[in-house]
């Protein structure tokens, strides 16, 4: 099981970036995948959830109306297009494998990571 993350950098505040996640060794069409972030000192912040058929979307309060997961299963790719963002939204953005023990802001209910793509937002 492998997942890359790309698309992240340094953004001014009211940008947009567009992550995503290349998945590998595994059945991408059978599974929820999610976005997670971490900023530094603190523990990992569940962002986004989209179920394996791409039907249904799940988000967190703080970026509802701002972020978009999205999927491709025939090209195995996760996205996350983030739009209006903020110095908050700063941290390490993580694609992850959702295992199905849990409910998805439970980060204890993922089974597979990428290494994470970090996203600045700063003036």
């Known amino acids: 099981v492998q997942l890359v993350e790309s698309g992240g950098g340094m953004v001014q505040p009211g940008g947009s970036l567009t992550l995503s996640c290349a998945a590998s060794?595994?059945?991408?069409?059978?599974?929820?995948m999610s976005w997670i972030r971490q900023e530094p000192g603190k523990g990992p912040e569940w962002v986004s959830t989209?179920?394996?058929?791409?039907?249904?979307?799940y988000y967190t309060d703080s970026v509802k109306g701002r972020f978009t997961i999205s999927r491709d299963n025939a090209k195995n790719t996760l996205y996350l297009q983030m739009n209006s963002l903020k110095p908050e939204d700063t941290a390490l953005y993580y694609c992850?494998?959702?295992?199905?023990?849990?409910?998805?802001?439970?980060?204890?209910?993922?089974?597979?990571w990428g290494q994470g793509t970090q996203v600045t937002v700063s003036s």
């Open positions: 992850a494998r959702a295992d199905g023990s849990s409910w998805y802001a439970n980060i204890e209910g993922y089974d597979a």
């Open positions: 060794g595994f059945t991408f069409s059978n599974y929820d």
């Open positions: 989209i179920k394996a058929d791409g039907g249904r979307k």
